[in-house]
């Protein structure tokens, strides 16, 4: 069973570019997560989706950031008008609705702008 | 806020165990709680988790003490690949809450 795979694992964009990261679950899993770590910083809890419906965005900036998990596809965090301060590690976890509880993390995607 | 306190950092000789303790003096009924590791900048693992009970796996053993306010991770046999920032996390047992991760603690283990 694959585990959850983010891409790109690697993302430079200039300033007010625009980020897309991908995220794609474990197989069978419905609920995706997404945390942000600053550089020497701890990891933040950003957005909770389920399939079509975001359920907790309260870790989210109010400007430039949004999150989709459409019915097929991957989950996308999208950033738009990158700024220096974006710079970070993106993950990404995903859990499986009957189990609850354990959340298991993808590798991330490391953003620096440029 | 992270609702666990851990030592910022602790050393392991290799192949001795490694405990790591948390306390979380206020943890309620319905919360359990989770272990999870940083190694370098990779993803976060997933360890062990528990509401009351001890609780044993391939990869630790959580000890939970009778009141709840505080656990030991244990790590029997630690090894160099054991290096890493462990996270002690309160999360409730409803629903799929978000985790929320304090500062850890930074395990080194030592040839």
């Known amino acids: 069973n694959a585990g959850v795979m983010q891409n790109p694992r690697h993302l430079v964009r200039r300033r007010g570019q625009e980020a897309r990261l991908r995220c794609s679950p474990m197989?069978?899993?419905?609920?995706v997560y997404w945390y942000r770590q600053l550089p020497e910083e701890g990891l933040k809890f950003m957005v909770y989706l389920q399939k079509e419906n975001i359920i907790d965005e309260s870790g989210m900036p109010k400007e430039r950031f949004s999150a989709e998990f459409p019915k097929e596809g991957p989950s996308i965090l999208r950033i738009q008008q990158v700024v220096r301060g974006d710079s970070a590690a993106y993950f990404c976890a995903s859990s499986y609705q009957s189990q609850g509880y354990e959340q298991y993390f993808g590798p991330g995607t490391r953003l620096t702008v440029t | 806020d992270a609702k666990t306190t851990q030592p910022t950092s602790m050393d392991c000789a290799e192949g001795r165990a490694a405990n790591l303790p948390c306390n979380h003096s206020?943890?309620?009924?319905?919360?359990?709680v989770y272990w999870y590791r940083q190694i370098h900048s990779q993803g976060p693992q997933y360890i062990i988790h528990g509401l009351k009970n001890n609780e044993t796996n391939e990869m630790a053993s959580l000890i939970i003490t009778e009141d709840r306010k505080s656990s030991t991770l244990i790590l029997p046999h630690a090894t160099l690949r054991d290096t890493a920032v462990y996270y002690c996390?309160?999360?409730?047992?409803?629903?799929?809450?978000?985790?929320?991760f304090g500062k850890g603690t930074r395990l080194s283990v030592i040839a």
């Open positions: 996390i309160v999360r409730s047992g409803s629903g799929n809450t978000p985790l929320v």
């Open positions: 206020t943890i309620s009924g319905n919360e359990y």
């Open positions: 197989k069978g899993h419905s609920h």
